[in-house]
Nanobody, 121 residues
């Protein structure tokens, strides 16, 4: 079993910054892609940013130039640095990882429990 634990959410004023972290633990042989999604009230969950094991990244158009995703493969951890935050960034942010538990196991998709980010004055 694999657990993803997020941290770093909170309340921040517009224009402020936050850094989210997500650490994976448990039965892990390797982690392929990792990413951050978010879900605002009444809206569908959407991809915010993704990163491959080799470090290639992709971002939602709404966060390009403001958010930066990174990862530490040795620590099985992914980060999301969020700058110039806007009220429309308010959402629950979820970490996602594609994990292979053993060398022969198939990739499985795991989610964190979510962390609330609120941008308000």
């Amino acid at each position: 079993q694999v657990q993803l634990v997020e941290s770093g959410g909170g309340l921040v004023q517009p224009g402020g910054s936050l850094r989210l972290s997500c650490a994976a633990s448990g039965s892990i042989f390797t982690i392929n892609a990792m990413g951050w999604f978010r879900q605002a009230p009444g809206k569908q969950r959407e991809l915010v940013a993704g990163i491959t094991r080799s470090g290639s990244t992709n971002y939602a158009d709404s966060v390009k130039g403001r958010f930066t995703i990174s990862r530490d493969n040795a620590k099985n951890t992914v980060y999301l640095r969020m700058n110039s935050l806007k009220p429309e960034d308010t959402a629950v942010y979820y970490c996602n990882a594609d994990v292979r538990a053993t060398i022969t196991a198939p990739l499985r998709d795991y989610w964190g429990q979510g962390t609330q980010v609120t941008v308000s004055s």
